[in-house]
């Protein structure tokens, strides 16, 4: 067990279940929530209560396209919807960045953007070329003492995905979503544990 995190203290917050089965599977024995998208699941119950160690754990959209699927983020600071600024954790931060290296990933540690919206189309260049790397629905909304985050791309602006799998029932309806939800069944659980694994790693 790594000194930078307490067992007892640290709560793993991840968005679907996909990811929390990842986390649950790395890190049997730790408090892992799956929060829902945009943290929906834990506004319903009233947020994390007195957590005071949270990482956040799963997949990001990417929005350079130097950074491929697959990608290790690990950001130092996270943009808020509001456009406020998370700091993450440095001690946390590192502790990741170091468990990425001795798994063979080098992490990049550029901003990462929380949106309220799937961001497409020329709205990812543009967020790029303000320094994000990667985008995520939920790692930007944490609120506790420390907060450090692992995230994986998955979607590159060279293969976005369709902003209906916000809801997937609907977009597993569409027959134009049946090539995207091949692709998310094969790469979704391979990146969802290599972001479960550093963590797992790094405690």
């Given at each position: 067990m790594s000194d930078t995190f307490d067992r007892d203290d640290l709560t793993i917050v991840t968005a679907t279940a996909l990811?929390?089965?990842?986390?649950?599977?790395a890190l049997p024995g730790f408090r892992v929530?799956?929060?829902?998208?945009s943290l929906a699941q834990l506004r319903a119950v009233g947020g994390l209560g007195s957590a005071t160690t949270i990482v956040s754990c799963g997949l990001a959209g990417g929005l350079h396209a130097r950074h491929p699927s697959g990608t290790v983020l690990v950001p130092r600071v996270v943009r808020r919807p509001d456009g406020t600024t998370l700091r993450c954790d440095a001690e946390m931060t590192d502790a990741l960045a170091e468990a990425a290296r001795r798994l063979g990933y080098e992490p990049v540690h550029d901003p990462l953007l929380t949106s309220v919206t799937i961001v497409r189309g020329p709205e990812r260049g543009a967020w790029a070329a303000s320094g994000f790397s990667g985008v995520d629905m939920e790692t930007g909304l944490l609120e506790a003492p420390r907060i450090a985050a692992v995230r994986v791309i998955l979607d590159t602006p060279a293969r976005e995905l369709n902003a209906d799998w916000l809801r997937p029932v609907r977009a597993l309806s569409d027959p134009r979503n049946w090539p995207e939800a091949i692709w998310l069944a094969r790469e979704a659980p391979r990146y969802a544990r290599r972001a479960a694994e550093v963590v797992a790693a790094a405690c």
């Open positions: 990811e929390a089965k990842a986390a649950r599977r929530v799956e929060g829902g998208i």
